[in-house]
C-alpha cells in the first residue's frame, strides 16, 4: 500500500510488466500504452541523468520545456522540471 504522503501518490501508480507506471483514466484510451502510462523513474539517477542528456541531444540541444515534454512520452521523472 502506497502511502498518502509519498510524491507518486496523486500519479496512482499501477505496476506493469514489473515496472511502476502513471495510472489513471487512460487506461481506456486509444493511445501508445507508453505514452498514456509512462514509466515513473526517481529524480537524480544517474540513469535518469542519461535519459535526460539523450533527449536534450536529440532535440537540439532545446530549452527546458521541450526537453521535459519529450521525456514525459515515454518516463516520468519526479520534479522533471528542477532535475532537468
Known sequence: MLKNSSSIFKLDPTLIQGLIQVGGRLRQAPIDNDTGHPIILPKGHDVVKLIIKYYHHIS?????????????????????????
Open 60 to 84: 537540439g540541444h532545446s530549452g527546458l520545456e521541450y526537453t521535459v515534454a519529450l521525456n514525459r512520452q515515454r518516463y516520468w521523472i519526479i520534479n522533471a522540471q528542477s532535475t532537468v
